[in-house]
């Protein structure tokens, strides 16, 4: 396999950081297009405003031209072509002179954070106003102010990418980013990129799941998708939503709602495996997306991967999660679990050991490694545990999990002993075999 | 709610503590008529000797006019109207004259807590005897000793009382509290004490769960109880046993003999959520009455709620567990505890979130809070909580329990999202409809 | 019950330990005859070679008369009359003269442990070579050297013994030890030795389960035995391995593949109450025969009792594994830890408590202790929990588990109580009443 190193990762997630997105317009129209240059199949559904989804229904288009607040002297104190977060998501169109003092409910600042920008939206309710350090908040002189708030807001589309990867199976697997959240590196040009490198390896494979990777807006567009396809959604066997994948911290899962389904198992083989640093985090009903996919309608099992939990880093939703923000290292490291994560799903089966009497003779087999060593005891003590365990309860996962034993040896195993008269494949009775 | 203080309970355990009680007799009764004092609607119930209880038969009925020991010098070294501990409970009548080496056997004390005098008892084989501090065993001079028991032992009756506080549905809560133990502050003038303030609180409510109140002699009372109501025992949900609720150690509760279920995850939560030491301790065929709720016929959901543990300090079982050795804040402190697990077990239910595709728009049904803050954020998080395990299969102890939000939060916001079109209740097949 | 001592086990090592063993032949048949010595009843089988054997065949039954390796000068630096590890087991015959580079590939010896000679065998592909120390490896002068190797490799039979001690059920209990390994100590003439005087105990009770003790060579031997008795197979409730059980590190268990099982529970309960240091490890299909009956088509209850674990000890498959390396003390123990799990596992029963509505009356049926004292508050807390969790559903070893009892005392209450009406035995379905 051959993934873009963590350079190439870095300068993507710097060519989507200047693009103005928002829940709908052509900020995310403009963003998936970047996104379909780095994997091919990339497909751009718009969904008309005011479609019914579940207890929602899409919302108008926002486009924002420009949104400025000029100060008594004219100067500029707040300027969208500077950062899109100098205006709230969503505000609607405003062209007015007010005191400072009637201003002041419509400006937002962070003062533990003075010299940062905060990221404010107001998408279900009509409103509107000016995000702006808390430095220069402070040393607004009084007088009248300029306010130009140049936006639609209007019936139009949500746009959402979707790549689909079909697989030998209609079993589903899901990556989901969202692509909402404008101007920031970590949050989440970083899962934006990652899924799409990630989409163009599960491109390289024939995998047994058809792989979905969804690129939408948060809330509302996870929710256009689970209602666009009822009949895909209970036969999503493994999911996870990719958010905040690039800063220093190390990698940072969140339980299904489930637990204990083939991606928390995956993840925790896959994470004990590298060895590195990781966190586990109980599911909850506050974060991202996968809020939606476990709502108990669905109940997916839809992990999270992140980095440092959400909120839980000062530059969380300001113009500080900037490009120092995310490193090459973390977005190689993201993408790298998340690969092996997919290979850990994809390879994970049951087998039926057919000489279960005893342990069958391996040498006669050629089976007994002929090299001695470290690699070489592994693999048969590889062997031996797949023979143990496979009688048809027990999946390689399983097998990787009670021996403590990689995933990738445990595979390896079944591959050899798979070749020989020595396992056959067990089909769970809901999966269609391999045609 | 207005509970009595802790000074007002104090005073209640003074009131009860130089009653002389035991398994019967007129100490009963006339502790029984103090007790209804503090609570309306105590029914006080007679069980005629004789009487087959399971394994066991109600005994004779034993009053104690005077009891006293009397030196060769006159001087009186054991005396019941000092305190009812002096003689052995259940001594028949006795008038003697005996030289000190036969009196021996008969005269108990504490070489290990040489001022105190032991309670002790002989409930089930006709003896005698005196309870004495040690310091005045050793001291007693070689002559012929009077022996003076005026008591009688005959047939009569086992005196209970009962306070039932009827409820919307036929599920019964249970509360128990020992009535047997003369002069002693925490074991269990305690225990009475604080079961009729409960009591008072439940009569004040209009629970889902009709609760019985028992005050009745330890084992055999208990075994009155359960035999008198064999309609009842089956409907028992959740019980507690009340003994030494006054001391100073921190509450300790006792697992049921299940464990997990309802009264034992109420107190689990409760006192989780006051987040003041507290203790847990395994179920075990040793303590009070949850031993007949807990014996294998009955297996009755019913836990001993105490402060330190019985058997482990050494005032236990004597006279030196006196009024100083209970404190107002502690009686206080072990009705909060009952208070909140009252309304935990009343409180808790099982809803079916009704929107349960994703997350419903909270906003539009104005359960978005309007202010900010720390309650506002936990109101939210509690509500999304609600909805996404309102599924049918948790209740909200479980979800007070997974989210590591407080029951009383929990339970507001399934209030709030009832009282839109979210949240339906959902009755489980054994539970009738509050009507 | 009378064992032999610690130091009669060590002499019947030392007796053991010269006898040439291997996986068939005279070395194992005189063994079997030295055992029988020590326990009447010991049966001997012969299997001709080439039954099958599930996926294996019986091999060609190997003697060896004398292996010797002569050095340029004449002198003799490896013979198996020094020691029978000398050889390579399995070695087919020799007579050749060979330069020291044509020999060095058949050397084996030990670079780290280079006093000692290591233990090879070469019983699946026909092979030769010599084991010797390093020392003597790194001193061999350049030259022609002699090898003689003076064996039989040819049709003949495996040999195997078995003491069977009849019991009241058809249940099967097994204890098996492997007779193959040739002059070693801990490996595995201590299993042996113990395994014998244990049958010579079993001998002596009439117990419920039908002991099997099996002494029969690794893995082959196992399945021989295994594919000699399908019958007998689905009936094994309890069994263990013994493999060096006389070093001087803690007793270890390994679980079975299953868990929890009867075996498990008994080891864990019997370690416990011993208080001594012990271990336990985790199933894994590497060790010795419970890899065999742990095999997924028998998935037997069988566990491994040994001391330090094989392979973590330096002397382990070398001469170093000698007399020094066992200790009477811990032959003893090992015994009588078995001894002590086999009544665990004999004395396991459930009761069922006839009299289940509270506590029934001891003192009526003289069950409550006549003396004080720790023993007879112990005697007086086992009934209660005998008793309380007599419902049919727990074992004796459920209630030493819970209660945190020793299985003596556990087992001591439910005499007591079932010689009077309070306690009746629940037979399981699958088991055979006793006739």
Known sequence: MSLPDGHELHRRVAELLPIPRSLTGDGVRRTLAVLGGWCEGLAVHEVPTGTPVFDWEVPQEWNLRRATLTAPDGTVVADTDTTPLAVVGYSEPVRAELSLEQLRPRLHSLPDLPAAVPYRTSYYSRSWGFCLPHDVLQGLPEGTYRVSIDTTLQPGHLTYGEIVIPGTTEEVGLVSAHTCHPAMANDNASGMVVATALAAHLRTLSPRLTWHVLLAPGTIGALVWLAANPDLVPSVRAGVVLAGVGDAGPVTVKRTRRGGTLIDRALDVVLRDRAAPSAVVPF???GYDERQY????????VSLLMRTPHGSYPQYHTSADDLGFVHPSSLRDSLEVLVDTVAAVEGNATYRNTSPYGEPQLGRRGLYPTMGGRAARTAQLAML?????????????????????AMADVRAAADALAATDLLEQVYPSQTRRPT
């Open 284 to 286: 909850s009903p506050w």
């Open 294 to 301: 476990g709502s108990p309608g669905f109940d997916l099992p």
């Open 385 to 405: 545990w797949v023979l143990n365990l496979s009688d048809g309860d027990h999946d390689l996962l399983a097998i990787a999990e009670r021996s403590g034993l």
